[in-house]
């Protein structure tokens, strides 16, 4: 039975650090958009047109970084 505990074990050790893994990355990423969020709010844009400017600007640096994720 020795086998078996250990093996449970592994996995249970694995699935912890796999999930405390990703976890930090969740930080990090959010990390990261709050602070491009936190620019535009302490730019003070001069106009809505200037607003919608930097919120198209960050859809789309987000949604260039979904196809290199999505591709590799």
């Known amino acids: ?3 078996m505990d250990s093996s449970a074990a592994f996995i249970k050790e694995y699935q912890e650090r796999f999930e ?4 930090e990355n969740e930080i990090a990423l959010l990390e ?6 936190d620019k535009i709010e302490s730019s003070r844009p001069d106009s809505i047109a200037s607003l919608q400017m930097q919120i198209r600007k ?3 640096m987000m949604g260039n970084r979904i196809k290199v994720l999505k591709k590799g």
Request: hydrophobic share 40%; proline share 6%; charged share 30%.
């Open 32 to 37: 990261h958009w709050k602070g491009q969020l």
């Open 1 to 3: 039975m020795a086998p």
């Open 20 to 23: 405390k893994k990703l976890k």
């Open 58 to 60: 960050m859809s789309e």
